[in-house]
């Protein structure tokens, strides 16, 4: 992969099939730098499999992707080492002195300064994800790649994540996709929403724009994108 245009990955003609079943056909798509892009689409349209493309996780049948050699991912299991201090679970790869001092302001900026040599089985299932959000941050990513990172979380801690990374992003400003089931997730954190259907970009809609007047339209649109009917109680 190679940046282009200053964007923070480009696909285009994007094509992945899984012997004669066709996942991916013919996709395109921009994200910009401190762009937040939330993907929805039914189980098995193509979403994880265009964000593994995107990561270099899985390879593609035809068409390019422009954007860094590796991109930060966060998963919905925090995937941390648990023999492994949190500092060193963040640091991972990294030079080990200059890794360290990353890792513990990384920390810091995630919410738990002071805990770099705690342990990961110490952590709320909240907590390993922020030690999994610093993890993937420390780098100064150009795109960072979140699949339903917040999916496994209670309802008040997954409020508090994602009032997290939007801080983390407007700080740290990556291109992000967020793919995920929950609507009410997309329009709280992204931009801009994509709803995924047939391997292809069904639809596009701009979070500021269809929200001027209250989430709610935007809601209903969504949900009838993904074939759910809401019907209105009688006054």
């Not at 080492?81 to 963040?90: E, F, G, S, T």
């Not at 770099?116 to 089985?121: A, L």
């Not at 993890?135 to 997290?164: G, Q």
């Amino acid at each position: 992969m190679s940046l282009q245009n200053n964007a923070a990955v480009v696909v285009r003609d994007l094509h992945r099939h899984y012997g004669k079943r066709i996942v991916i056909e013919g996709l395109n798509l921009r994200i910009e730098p401190g762009e937040f892009v939330a993907m929805l689409g039914e189980s098995g349209c193509g979403k994880t499999t265009l964000l593994r493309a995107l990561a270099g996780l899985d390879p593609v049948d035809g068409g390019s992707i422009d954007g860094p050699a590796q991109p930060a991912v966060v998963f919905q299991e925090h995937r941390l080492l648990p023999w492994a201090p949190l500092w060193q679970n963040v640091a991972l790869g990294m030079d080990t002195a200059e890794g360290k001092a990353k890792a513990i302001a990384a920390l810091q900026e995630v919410g738990l300064g002071g805990r770099e040599n705690d342990w990961p089985r110490n952590l709320s299932g909240g907590q390993a994800q922020r030690v999994a959000l610093a993890r993937a941050l420390v780098r100064e990513p150009s795109l960072l790649l979140l699949d339903e990172p917040f999916a496994a979380l209670d309802a008040l801690t997954r409020i508090k994540m994602h009032e997290l990374i939007k801080d983390l992003v407007a700080l740290h400003r990556p291109g992000v996709l967020l793919v995920t089931h929950d609507v009410d997730e997309a329009i709280a954190l992204a931009d801009r929403i994509l709803v995924m259907r047939g391997g292809r970009i069904a639809s596009t809609y701009e979070v500021a724009a269809e929200t001027e007047s209250g989430p709610q339209s935007l809601r209903h649109k969504l949900l009838g994108q993904l074939g759910v009917t809401l019907h209105e109680r009688a006054a």
